[in-house]
């Protein structure tokens, strides 16, 4: 899953690639609002004006490109590519930039690659690329070399089970509105070490990700909360405070960390 930290430079164009056609779709619309985001932390954040437009698919400034014709000989073609160079030069509706998203990008005819090719060798400011496809090997040797190539992993990530159950098991303690529960669940993490608690959060933001795409049973307010203090205890962990003060944030109920502030 694409992330990346706030002075984290993004790149002008990647290729993603993965296997599973559902999992590509998902990191795509991930990686696409990265591109866009507007939040101070990691990107996406999920909770900027940007990041809500992109995941519900509403986005003006992501434009998608799809294969046309039949389902055999079914291709992006030299004139879609133009359609593109013609408006990437303009300036984004509400966003940083454009994000031309390419769908099935290795399924782009020779001569729409090379004609896309001069746009990734001069990219305009208000536009931005993203290659989604299957096969990145399938891509000209000319335009991988001027995109940045992300390979997803089929499985979706390299979360260890481990740390998925334990998310799990978080989500059920904070569903269940007990802090007790919390509690409990925060004091069988005594002996975690950073770097479980980085899979951990990393866990947390994938089962967050799959209920906003409607895959799982956590509703969207308590997912987009729940990010927000991904977001925090990341940076905690980051001015390396101790793991007992980030699991205390943990154990909170949802908007008990604001409470106590007041």
């Known amino acids: 899953m694409p992330v990346f930290q706030a002075n984290t430079a ?3 164009a ?8 559902a999992l590509l779709a998902r990191e795509t619309t991930e990686l696409a609002a990265a ?3 507007t939040g101070s932390g990691i990107r996406p954040c999920r909770v900027c004006r940007d990041c809500k437009k992109v995941f519900r698919g509403v986005h003006p400034d992501v434009l998608y490109t799809d ?3 039949s389902a055999k000989t079914a291709a992006i073609k030299v004139d879609q590519i133009r359609a593109i160079i013609a408006t990437a030069h303009l300036a984004p509706s509400e966003g940083k930039s454009k994000v031309y998203v390419l769908r099935s990008a290795d399924k782009m005819n020779p001569q729409a690659q090379n004609a896309l090719l001069k746009l990734l060798e001069e990219p305009p400011s208000s536009a931005s690329f993203l290659l989604s496809c299957e096969n990145a090997a399938a891509l000209l040797p000319t335009v991988r070399s001027r995109v940045e190539l992300l390979q997803v992993n089929a499985l979706g990530s390299a979360i260890p089970e481990a740390a998925m159950d334990t ?6 303690a904070l569903r269940s509105g007990r802090r007790t529960g919390l509690i409990r669940w925060a004091n069988a993490r005594e002996k975690d070490d950073y ?3 980085r899979a951990l959060f990393d866990a947390l933001q994938q089962l967050c990700v799959q209920s906003l795409a409607g895959e799982a049973a956590i509703p969207d307010a308590d997912a987009f909360a729940l990010l927000e203090r991904l977001d925090r ?6 001015s390396n405070v101790g793991l007992k003060h980030i699991f205390g944030l943990l154990s ?4 008990g960390e604001t409470q106590t502030q007041n």
Do not use: F, W
């Open 167 to 172: 998310a799990r098991d978080y989500l059920a």
């Open 14 to 21: 990647y290729a993603i690639s993965c296997a599973d056609e």
């Open 35 to 37: 591109m866009l985001c």
């Open 10 to 12: 993004i790149a002008h």
């Open 252 to 255: 909170l109920p949802l908007g």
């Open 67 to 69: 294969p046309t014709g």
């Open 233 to 238: 205890c990341r940076e905690y962990l980051r």
């Open 195 to 197: 770097e479980a608690v």
